[in-house]
């Protein structure tokens, strides 16, 4: 999958990539409330998966300029960007290209768990995105985090608007899960550690996390 989803990701954002926070800020709700719920510890290891145009992990690096930075994507493109925004915002990142749903981490930064792991919109994206979530709690450290935000069901906003935001949505290969907040409660129990999950904004979104046993 590796290759075929990651030459989809370059298609539909070799040139989106550009405008891509621009336009991305007014509808990814949540991502910025969970950057200042991360809380590493001091020196902690951060780890994005999705960094896409490295716009969270500079928010990270800003909130918590102690933390060690990391970010993988699948996309050669998005990767371009976030050197080119990691760069311009004066903050060091190791970023490594890599299929979410089975990166090596020992070899792509040396190191196999981390402090902090978050995924911010990028399960929607990822065909297999139940692996994505499993092998992304496999890379936080005991008695460290995995944070989630990502589309949720519109279950308490209009008809119309969830047909219309999952019609747009669709164009750009995001597919919002509705098995996403029983799928991290049924991890959180399989690995013995807490989960938790809410819905943000009427529906609109959905922020869970696990904290690894």
Known sequence: MTAAH????????????HIYDLT????????????????????GSVLEIGC???????AVGKAWPEA?????????????TARTSLGRAGIDAKL???????FDPQALFGRA????????????????????LVHAARCVAPGRRLEI??????????????????GWLAQFHVAPRAELAPMIAGLAREMGSAGHCRSLYRGYAIRGGIARG
Not at 52 to 58: C, D, K
Not at 115 to 132: E, G, H, N, Q
Not at 151 to 163: A, E, H, K, T
């Open 6 to 17: 990651g030459e989809l990701m370059d298609r539909v954002y070799r040139t989106q990539r």
């Open 24 to 43: 991305r800020k007014y509808y990814l709700l949540g991502r910025d409330g969970l950057i200042a719920e991360l809380a590493p510890p001091r020196g």
């Open 52 to 58: 896409g145009t490295g716009r969270n992990l500079v």
């Open 68 to 80: 060690q930075l990391f970010g993988v994507d699948i996309s050669d493109a998005m990767l371009a």
């Open 96 to 102: 490594a290209r890599g299929d979410a749903c089975d």
């Open 113 to 132: 768990t981390f402090d902090r792991v978050f995924i911010s919109y990028t399960l929607s994206m990822i065909p297999d995105w139940k692996a994505a």
């Open 149 to 166: 935000v990502d589309f949720g069901q519109q279950d308490r906003l209009p008809r119309v608007w969830r047909r219309t935001l999952f």
